[in-house]
Structures are given as structure tokens and as C-alpha cells.
Nanobody
């Protein structure tokens, strides 16, 4: 299972940005599709998740009302719409398929993308 994140860049505070995570590889199912972030000198932290069956979403308190996670299953892509960005949102953003089981396999793993940089200037 491969995940490729796109869409990072340099924006100003108050701007919007949409990240995309394209998923490819063998057929699989997962518990959730997540976005995490890792700021310089900080630990990786949870940002948002959407349930595998769709509909259920969960957000970290610091992005509620500003970020939206959604999927386009036809494109095998999960998005993170980020509005009203703040300087403290500066981080490398990672997408992940959590608890993923490849069709025919009997073990679940977490698969991670390579990360995309988001820098928010004041």
C-alpha cells in the first residue's frame, strides 16, 4: 500500500490550502484514513481521520472548525482542506492508512505517506 501526499507549500496566515493523499497498491481495507503533522522539534500529532466506511470523522481540537477531511473514492484520494491557517499550523503533514489489511493477508499494519511541507507565514 503506497500513500503519496501532495499540496504543501508556503502560504500566509489566514489563507487556505488543500492537501491530497493518493493511495495506490493492492486492495486493502483499513480502520481509518488519517492526517498527522510534525512541526520542527515536535512529536508527530494527530490532525484528522475519516472512517473506512465513510461518514465518521474526527478532528484534533486545534483544527476543529478550520480543517475538513474528505475522500474521493473514485480517485483513491483523501483530502485535507485547511482554512484560516495559522503560523502554528506550520509542519510536515503525513497521511496514513491505519490498521490496514491487504486483501488475502491476515495482519494489519499502519501505512504512511512521505509527508508534504506546509509553511504558514505571518
Amino acid at each position: 500500500v503506497q500513500l503519496q501526499a501532495y499540496g504543501g507549500g508556503l502560504v500566509q496566515a489566514g489563507d487556505s490550502l488543500t492537501l491530497a493523499c493518493v493511495i495506490s497498491g493492492p486492495t486493502f481495507s483499513a480502520h481509518t484514513l488519517d492526517w498527522f503533522r510534525e512541526a520542527p522539534g515536535q512529536e508527530r500529532e494527530f490532525v484528522a481521520a475519516t472512517g473506512w466506511s465513510g461518514g465518521n470523522t474526527k478532528y484534533a481540537d486545534f483544527v476543529k472548525g478550520r480543517f475538513t477531511i474528505y475522500r474521493d473514492d473514485a480517485k483513491n484520494t483523501v483530502f485535507l482542506q485547511m482554512n484560516n491557517l495559522k503560523v502554528e499550523d506550520t509542519a510536515v503533514y503525513y497521511c496514513a492508512a491505519r490498521g490496514a489489511t491487504v486483501l488475502g493477508a491476515n495482519r494489519a499494519f499502519d501505512y504512511w505517506g512521505q509527508g508534504t511541507h506546509v509553511t504558514v507565514s505571518s
